[in-house]
């Protein structure tokens, strides 16, 4: 464990870390943020089923949603002219998500913080977004860092990176909102997914858009 939180603190100060310390640290550090996040309304004892259940589903959200969006950036990154940068830029990626991970652990206590000053389930969902955010800052922060000799030599490497930061947050909304829940709902039954029918995030989300717009009318 020592020597792993000597990889992440060299991450963390600029330093590059091989493909597999990355995975090992978003396979620890994103399970930490999961089990906080699934704590809320841990009054019902089946709850703890949500704890594990949100650690499980937190490194699957962060890799899942990698291995979709990398085909689509090999494909941009060969019509680019850019493929022998390719191998670079992937290690680069698992380094952003790592970071994005050790956010999201280090996060986890104030998550906790939270729940327990008594808020609501919207509240909730609201504070976890907006700390999903901050992360997502921080991996784009570390990735940026990781490219900065390859972009140097090839400014062309930046529309990769902006194609994949795009890529990456439009596929994880969705998938995120297709593997949900990561917050216990009050109420709710406690279930690995939802027990309605698969949606589209973003059609919910122009209801929920459109609904507020005729609301101030």
Known sequence: MRSLLHIADALLRGGHVAHRAALLIILVG?????AAAGTFAFERPERALQVLYSAIKLPILLLLTTALCLPVLFVVATVAGRREAFALIIRAILAGQAAMSISLASLAPFVVFCYVSAITYNTAKF?????????????????????REL??????????????GLLYVFVGIQLAWTIRPFIGQPGAATTFFRSEPFTNAYVELG???????RARR
């Open 30 to 34: 994103a399970p930490l943020y999961g």
């Open 127 to 147: 504070i976890n977004g907006v700390l999903f955010a901050v992360a997502t800052i921080v991996a784009h922060i570390v990735l940026r860092r990781q490219t």
């Open 151 to 164: 972009r140097a030599r090839d400014p062309g490497v930046g529309v990769l990176l902006v194609a994949w």
């Open 207 to 213: 209801r929920v858009l459109g609904g507020l717009a």
